[in-house]
């Protein structure tokens, strides 16, 4: 199917575990962004691609890392997992453009107990 | 720093116009976003303005002043089904990352 998909849609894990979140778009979009969502923090960047091979840290960086070997795809690991890091992971995807969109994935939430 | 203000909650009845605002501070500008989020769901794209002036979709319109460092969504004609979340968002380059603002909780009643 088209479109920009995220798996898993729901995640438990326990602290200190690796844990990678799946992100794919069928668009061929250049820029691709992981965003994480908290109660009363709004949006927040992690990392963004502007194209294969090329990330780039966002706000919200420490105990995350990124790969883009593909263009459709852009998984976000979380090498030891924190229950700092329990929230609501978004991925999105852009063509750039006149109009700056982004499309966003319907997201994961993941709990680190 | 870089900051964007909007109001936590707005509500309104069916039918009424509402103004969600929206001030900036950033170091850089390219142009300022709108997006909706329904409880449980992914965020929207609904205008976008990179000149001053007012940016018209449907019932939704879209302001900006950019020597103010200020903006702001109208929605007319309000519905049940605009109670969603709405969040302002400043990109700094095209195509780069977004910043956005902590999001307004828009209820709307009948």
């Known amino acids: 199917d088209a479109g920009i998909t995220q798996s898993p849609r729901y995640k438990i894990t326990e602290t200190g575990r690796q844990v990678t979140l799946m992100c794919h778009q069928t668009?061929?979009?250049?820029?691709m962004f992981w965003y994480r969502q908290d109660l009363g923090h709004g949006l927040r960047l992690i990392y963004y691609s502007a194209a294969a091979d090329i990330t780039d840290k966002g706000e919200v960086p420490d105990g995350y890392v990124v790969s883009r070997s593909k263009t459709e795809n852009f998984p976000l690991t979380l090498e030891s997992a924190t229950r700092s890091q329990t929230s609501v992971y978004f991925c999105?995807?852009?063509?750039?453009?006149?109009?700056?969109?982004?499309?966003f994935g319907p997201g994961t939430r993941l709990t680190v107990l | 720093g870089q900051s964007l203000e909007q109001p936590s909650e707005v509500t309104a009845v069916e039918g009424a116009i509402v103004q969600i605002n929206c001030t900036y501070q950033t170091s850089g500008f390219y142009g300022l976003s709108w997006y909706q989020q329904h409880d449980g769901g992914a965020p929207t794209f609904l205008s976008y303005?990179?000149?001053?002036g007012l940016e018209e979709t449907g019932r939704f319109s879209s302001f900006l002043s950019r020597s103010d460092s200020y903006g702001y969504l109208l929605l007319q004609e309000l519905q049940m089904k605009d109670s969603a979340s709405y969040f302002c968002a400043v990109s700094k380059q095209a195509g780069t990352a977004l910043i956005f603002g902590k999001g307004t909780t828009l209820s709307v009643s009948s």
């Open positions: 668009w061929s979009h250049s820029y």
């Open positions: 999105a995807s852009s063509a750039g453009g006149r109009y700056n969109e982004q499309f």
């Open positions: 303005n990179a000149l001053d």
